[in-house]
């Protein structure tokens, strides 16, 4: 590779690559791409089932037959209670089905917008 190639940087010419083989090399296998969006589905699931768990204790709560007080006052008042009443692992409770739910569909979504990607891009020839 000479210096007036304009496709090359010295970076590059260390490394003995191209821009061709550069872009080869940020191909994704659909094995990674599975992982990825597996990945996005857990995290995702965990991220979110504390919040799903405590608006769910919120939307079911009723008086209390003694004093006429709700349990709780708002989300974190929730959140706070269930930690110290359950623990914190209570927090997820009924993971595996929220995560074939929720978990499942992050990943199919990330899957088809990846097709998705593919056609648009093969249909506008680029």
């Given at each position: 590779?000479?210096?007036?190639?304009?496709?090359t940087c010295?970076?590059?010419?260390?490394?003995?690559?191209?821009?061709?083989?550069?872009?080869?090399?940020?191909?994704?296998?659909?094995?990674?791409?599975?992982?990825?969006?597996?990945?996005?589905?857990?995290?995702?699931?965990?991220?979110?089932?504390?919040?799903?768990?405590?608006?769910?204790?919120?939307?079911?709560?009723?008086?209390?037959?003694?004093t006429?007080?709700m349990?709780?006052?708002?989300?974190?008042?929730?959140?706070?209670k269930?930690?110290?009443?359950?623990?914190?692992?209570?927090?997820?409770?009924?993971?595996?089905?929220?995560?074939?739910?929720?978990g499942?569909?992050?990943?199919?979504?990330?899957?088809?917008?990846?097709?998705?990607?593919?056609?648009?891009?093969?249909?506008?020839?680029?």
């Amino acid at each position: 590779m000479d210096g007036g190639d304009s496709n090359t940087c010295p970076l590059r010419e260390q490394l003995g690559t191209n821009v061709a083989s550069a872009k080869v090399s940020a191909e994704i296998s659909e094995g990674a791409r599975l992982g990825e969006a597996f990945a996005s589905g857990l995290i995702y699931c965990t991220a979110s089932l504390p919040l799903d768990i405590t608006k769910t204790r919120i939307q079911n709560m009723k008086p209390d037959p003694a004093t006429g007080q709700m349990p709780y006052s708002g989300m974190l008042d929730a959140l706070v209670k269930v930690v110290r009443a359950e623990g914190a692992l209570a927090l997820w409770k009924g993971f595996p089905p929220y995560f074939l739910r929720s978990g499942g569909h992050t990943v199919f979504m990330f899957l088809f917008k990846e097709q998705y990607t593919k056609m648009y891009k093969s249909a506008r020839g680029t």
